[in-house]
């Protein structure tokens, strides 16, 4: 049997998003900057997609500008505002020590240039706390930065009320959405959001397509110099298919959400239960309920999670771990080790993410499989 559990990575392309992807090429090819009845053709279908996409977030249209994807709306939100907040002077930020390396390689780079960073800690359960939030904003703070879900462990953070300290403090609150967008309901008026970021290839769109969200009145900078598009904010010519693309996935994941969810969370329940109960030794990271639909996360003491992935490969599964190899040895996963896992034990991580397309008998061949393998992986280390 082949499995994939790894929709945190990426998605499928559905059947909606690649006929709405290839229409765009087949009809709508014009450069949307021309003048000309082709370029109108095309301006007209990428005003479309934008408020389309704009209307499942509960922005207006003029809020969104399409970027390629959610690394590069992270960099754009967190470096312009960075900027903005330093001509005032403001050269303090905040983020969350589990965040995406979009958001905190951009913040090194920021610390790099002078400003100051504020980590807020992240605790066992896989949430930051709104308290803290409040205690750590100054009247310096340009800046706070805190992702909606996590890639790796799926909690998904009190995004509202953060949003609303934030906002009582006079302070940016950007959000990287990326793993919620398309899972979760947003509206980023009801919930305090000023900047968010989203990529498409997380919700069944092509890959290289995101946008990011900006709050009317939020004077944002170009980020990338080059023509007018996007309203003078965003060079580059625009990706119209993979655009047209991502606005038919998201509308048909935010049609489809509440059964979707339904379903996904009732097979994720049944997988962490048949895994806590099949393999001793293994612990859940992050809150049992508050995480995304479909994300599992464990850690297997006494195995690594790169030999795991590979048997788990060898038996058509395909998963992740938050280890990764660099220069031949292996570096746990920095969200473990913020929320208190010790390094050996975060070695042994496997991220198993579902979605509406995966089926219980998926679930019950993963259940099926996965204890023989830990302890084949456990027998063949000492001490086990
Ligand atoms: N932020 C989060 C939380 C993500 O999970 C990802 C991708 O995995 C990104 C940002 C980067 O998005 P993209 O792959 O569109 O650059």
């Known amino acids: 049997m082949n499995v994939y559990f790894d929709h ?18 087949e009809k709508c090819w014009g450069n949307p900057s021309s003048l000309h009845a082709a370029g109108r053709r095309a301006a007209q279908r990428l005003d479309e997609a934008r408020q389309s996409v704009a209307r499942c977030l509960g922005a207006s249209p003029a809020e969104l ?8 709306s992270d960099n754009w939100a967190i470096t312009q505002c960075a ?40 605790h066992e359960d896989g949430l930051v706390r709104v308290e803290e939030l409040e205690r750590a904003i100054r009247p310096d703070t340009a800046l706070v930065s805190l992702m909606y879900a996590n890639n790796e462990i799926g909690t998904i953070q009190p995004v509202t009320e953060l949003g609303a300290v934030c906002r009582a403090h006079g302070v940016l609150f950007h959000t990287d959405a990326v793993q919620a967008v398309g899972h979760l309901p947003i509206d980023v008026r009801a919930q305090n959001i000023d900047l968010l970021s989203l990529s498409g290839h997380k919700f069944h769109a092509p890959k290289g397509v995101g946008a990011l969200y900006c709050r009317r009145g939020v004077k944002l900078g170009r980020f990338i110099e080059g023509g007018g598009q996007e309203r003078g904010k965003r060079a580059g010519t625009e990706n119209l ?6 606005a038919a996935a998201l ?4 049609d489809h959400m509440e059964e979707n969810d339904r379903k996904v969370t009732e097979l994720r329940d049944a997988l962490i239960q048949g895994v806590l109960a099949r393999i001793p030794g293994t612990r859940l990271n992050g809150d049992q309920t508050r995480r995304l639909p479909g994300n599992a996360n464990f850690c297997f003491d006494g195995v690594e999670g790169e030999s795991l992935l590979l048997r788990l490969d060898m038996a058509g599964i395909c998963a992740s771990s938050g280890s990764a190899c660099t220069s031949g040895s292996l570096s746990a996963s920095h969200v473990l080790l913020a929320l208190g896992v010790d390094k050996q034990t975060a070695l042994g991580s496997l991220r198993l993410t ?9 679930v019950n061949y993963v259940l099926e499989t996965l204890p023989g393998i830990v302890s084949s992986l456990r027998e063949m280390r000492t001490g086990w």
């Not at 945190?8 to 090429?25: G, Y």
């Not at 020590?97 to 807020?120: C, I, K, Q």
């Not at 298919?241 to 991502?246: A, E, L, Y």
Request: charged content about 25%; aromatic content about 6%; proline content about 1%.
């Open 8 to 25: 945190a990575a990426t998605t499928a392309t559905s059947a909606a998003a690649r006929e709405a992807a290839l229409r765009a090429m």
């Open 65 to 72: 500008y399409f970027t390629s994807g959610g690394t590069e």
């Open 83 to 122: 900027r903005m907040g330093a001509q005032e002077g403001k050269c303090h930020l905040i983020t969350s020590a589990f965040e995406h390396h979009a958001v905190l390689h951009t913040m090194e780079r920021l610390e790099r240039e002078g400003f100051e960073v504020t980590y807020l800690p992240v």
């Open 241 to 246: 298919s993979g655009i047209c693309g991502m």
């Open 251 to 254: 509308e048909e994941s935010v």
């Open 354 to 362: 579902l979605d509406a397309e995966n089926t219980v008998d998926e």
